[in-house]
């Protein structure tokens, strides 16, 4: 199968469209610069709005990006609870629970759980099965599923794409 990089943009756009609101896409690893690089350009490029986690300023970025200091979010304490709620009878405490979601891979499986993004992206300095342990713990797969796996796709300036 052969695609341009520009064929996924453009599908990606039309979904967007045919959905009728923007997406939302929370990206974890706000504090690299190359996420904050993403996220301008996802709004550049008319994907929709992006919240990046980060605990220090991200420098310049578009409107339409919005920063959040996980650890300093009035959502925490919710975090916690849901979190909590969701891992009943596995044995975790209250603080082990804050423990957890004070981690920003885990604080970002529960704001996608709750519906306040639409995708989340981590990876970029994030090893896989770090991310996978938070989206399990903090989403869980569909039932029935009884394995996950992942893929990569890296689109070059060159027109090529890796997966």
């Known amino acids: 199968m ?5 064929d996924l943009i453009e599908r990606a756009l039309c979904a967007a ?3 009728g609101k923007p997406f939302r896409v929370l990206l974890t690893e706000g504090d690299d610069k190359r996420v ?10 008319g994907f929709g709005e ?3 986690l980060t605990k220090k300023d991200c420098g310049e ?8 200091n996980w650890l300093e979010s009035d959502l925490m304490e919710g975090f916690v609870s849901a979190y909590l709620d969701r891992n009943k ?6 603080k082990a629970a804050k423990s957890a979601v004070s981690e920003r891979l885990y604080f970002g499986g529960c704001f996608l759980q709750a519906g306040l993004a639409d995708v989340a992206v981590s990876g970029a300095c994030t090893p896989t099965a770090e991310v996978f342990r938070a989206g399990i713990r903090c ?7 009884g394995s996950v796996s992942s893929m990569f796709l890296m689109l070059l300036k060159d027109g090529r794409a890796l997966t």
């Open 2 to 6: 052969s695609f341009k990089p520009s």
């Open 89 to 94: 009878g596995k044995g975790i405490t209250e």
């Open 139 to 145: 989403i869980g797969p569909e039932p029935g599923v």
């Open 17 to 19: 469209k045919e959905r």
């Open 61 to 68: 970025i578009r409107s339409g990006v919005t920063p959040i």
């Open 50 to 52: 992006v919240v990046i």
């Open 36 to 45: 904050v690089s993403a996220a301008n350009e996802i709004v550049r490029l």
